[in-house]
């Protein structure tokens, strides 16, 4: 694997070789000081440039920076999405292990991607970008909920575990059981604990992409619950897993409702009544008891 200095090297070379190119920032977790630096990190890097057009062609310019494993264009042909006029994105995982995320945005639209407080200025041409604060997580710090998020994830919860998976993992529909658990309960999951760490931490935190901090910011307990909510194939361990989703989620509701004067929905309560009505009709097939 390339070093990072071999890496950065090769991508202030390319914005040196192309007028085009004015000015290069870095974003992302390589930015990020409260991130241990490993090998697998990305370089997200955006080239503002004056035109987008001479950068749309990737036999063009994707070959300067390595052998490629595999790449996406987001805006291009990968999904059937026209280039726009103003930015060109290439996603290129290379084969020595290296991966940069390339931006080509145009100028009119440099503020933009300036917003993002994880941001470092590589390189800039002609004094366009102004002096950037240092790099920090305050774009990614969790926010206080307002009443009606609170309530909406309340109900996203509720509604999934209530209507959604009863019958859904009755059916023994596996794959729809999967989808449905992680997206609609563990998305709500994830929400509420992150409201919640923010309501127990006096600093602003932030619980990274999809939760990825969540391990050193929930207690032990906390987190052996957590853990408890991801199971296999078997249905009796499904079962068990959405009874620790109902508790943590509870658990982390109540939190968040104290802190802002908030009031747990009683579809939740509701929810997770019905729930086990269903899981015991599973268990002795008699009809009577959903009554």
């Excluded at 470092?120 to 969790?142: A, T």
């Excluded at 009544?273 to 959903?290: K, M, S, T």
Aim: glycine content about 6%; aromatic content about 10%.
């Amino acid at each position: 694997m390339r070093s990072e200095a071999v890496m950065m090297d090769r991508i202030l070379s390319f914005a040196q070789l192309h007028d085009e190119i004015r000015g290069v920032v870095m974003n992302g977790s390589r930015v990020n000081p409260t991130i241990e630096p490993d090998c697998f990190q990305d370089y997200d890097i955006v080239f503002f440039v004056s035109k987008v057009e001479p950068f749309n062609e990737k036999e063009d310019l994707i070959p300067y920076f390595g052998e490629v494993l595999v790449m996406q264009m987001p805006e291009g042909e990968v999904w059937g999405v026209p280039l726009g006029l103003h930015r060109a994105t290439y996603l290129v995982q290379f084969m020595d292990g290296n991966r940069i995320d390339m931006h080509f945005v145009s100028l009119e639209r440099m503020e933009d991607f300036l917003k993002d407080s994880l941001t470092k200025v590589l390189l800039d041409k002609g004094g366009l970008l102004e002096e950037q604060p240092e790099p920090d997580e305050s774009s990614y710090w969790v926010i206080p909920p307002t009443k009606k998020q609170f309530q909406n994830c309340c109900n996203k919860f509720s509604f999934c575990l209530g209507s959604h998976i009863p019958k859904t993992i009755w059916r023994r529909e596996l794959p729809l059981l999967k989808q449905l658990i992680e997206s609609d309960l563990r998305e709500s999951l994830i929400q509420m604990l992150s409201w919640k760490i923010s309501v127990e931490n006096e600093n602003p935190v932030s619980i990274g992409k999809g939760g990825k901090k969540l391990e050193g910011l929930l207690s032990p307990d906390e987190w052996l619950l957590f853990l408890e909510t991801y199971a296999g194939t078997n249905y009796k361990e499904l079962w068990n897993s959405l009874s620790r989703f109902y508790e943590l989620f509870m658990e982390s509701g109540r939190v968040v409702a104290r802190a802002y004067n908030f009031s747990i929905p009683e579809e939740c309560e509701k929810a997770k009544q019905f729930l086990e009505r269903v899981e015991a009709f599973d268990e002795c097939g008699n009809p009577d008891i959903l009554k």
